[in-house]
């Protein structure tokens, strides 16, 4: 794993866009899967940015949902696809059929997600994950406890994701009970994983996640375990242990 630690997250989202840019520029047609939550959000500003002064071409671009909340629909505030398409597709200018989701109003939930990761067998698997780490360390929504070859599928989100997601949406009963979201298995087998982490309350499961052991009971823990990992802390988030090993 490349750790790079930024002094705030200005830098992390400018030097985490510059690193999606040289990944693109290399290969146009990226499948690229990408995550919500807050921390990604001054990446993608940053990108959009290039995308509009024309240093970025995104025409071939594949992107993929990361994830969302089941059972709520397209025009409620706390879809993630909604979030995705105003954050991302909107600004990037990326139609719909250049975008696989993972549909938050499905009714036959095994079939679309069967139909998910057949997609991305199809495409041979990411390019690049982009990702953010949850509080209890979990990724996308695979929540603990979660084995290597999860596939994607539906899951209970645990007390602490909801306590944790409860600033989203003002309150914890606001927040959906059920997500479905790309396995583990999907996401480990992306070629390049780019981990986001921002921020003092993540400084405790960045440590389990770079020096604890690798287990279910820490998802991110398997991120040990991928030969092509590229984290960017901001000084923040990062573990004592960190600061005498990190990269720059
Ligand atoms: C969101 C997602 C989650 C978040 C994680 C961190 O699509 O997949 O795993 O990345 O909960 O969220 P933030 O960035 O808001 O701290």
Known sequence: MHLYVANDYQELSRRAAQLFIEAVSRKPDSAVVLATGDTPMG????LTEHIRAGKLDTSQLLLFQLDGYLGVSLDDPRSLEGWLVRSVLKPWGIPSDRFVRLPEDATD?????????????RIGGFDLAVLGLGPNGHLGFNEPPAAADAP????????????????????QEQVPRRSITAGMDVLLQARHILLLVSGERKREILRKTLFG???????????????NVTIFADRAALPDE???????
Not at 43 to 46: E, F, K, N
Not at 152 to 171: D, F, I, M
Not at 218 to 223: A, D, I, R, T
């Open 43 to 46: 990446m993608y500003r940053v």
């Open 109 to 121: 939930t095994d079939l679309v997600c069967s139909q998910y990761d057949e997609a991305v067998r």
């Open 152 to 171: 994607t599928r539906v899951v209970s989100l645990t007390p602490e994701s909801l306590k944790s997601n409860a600033r989203y949406w003002g309150s």
């Open 213 to 227: 052991p690798v287990t279910e009971q820490v998802p991110s823990s398997f991120l040990q375990l991928h030969p």
């Open 242 to 248: 960190a600061a005498l090993s990190r990269s720059s």
